[in-house]
């Protein structure tokens, strides 16, 4: 079974940066995607970005293009999130997400899911 770990949420002023990790254990990473989505109050999840692993092919939604960039690390697993120029609408619980030969962004219901990490950007 999948476990994905997410870290590195906190709080942040607006125009700061942070990091996000996504650990997965479970399986052998092999065809596989992982990506970001996140939940604001209120909200519905929404898709923030993806990677295909091994591959590295990235894809963004484009509230975020430009700003943050996800990356990956085979050897450990990890999946990155790198948000710069962060803006208080960027505030949400930020989910980690894989999945076998999709990509994460086409019917999520599908993928596998972390607990959640808050980011929290103040004005």
């Known amino acids: 079974q999948v476990q994905l770990v997410e870290s590195g949420g906190g709080l942040v002023q607006a125009g700061g940066s942070l990091r996000l990790s996504c650990a997965a254990s479970?399986?052998?990473?092999?065809?596989?995607?992982m990506g970001w989505f996140r939940q604001a109050p209120g909200k519905e999840r929404e898709f923030v970005a993806g990677?295909?692993?091994?591959?590295?092919?990235?894809y963004y939604a484009d509230s975020v293009k430009g700003r943050f960039t996800i990356s990956e690390d085979n050897a450990e697993n990890t999946v990155y999130l790198q948000m710069n120029s962060l803006k208080p609408e960027d505030t949400a619980v930020y989910y980690c997400?894989?999945?076998?030969?999709?990509?994460?962004?086409?019917?999520?219901?599908?993928?596998?899911w972390g607990q959640g990490t808050q980011v929290t950007v103040s004005s």
């Open positions: 997400a894989a999945r076998w030969g999709y990509d994460v962004k086409t019917l999520p219901s599908l993928n596998d």
């Open positions: 990677i295909r692993l091994s591959v590295g092919n990235t």
């Open positions: 479970g399986r052998t990473f092999v065809n596989y995607d």
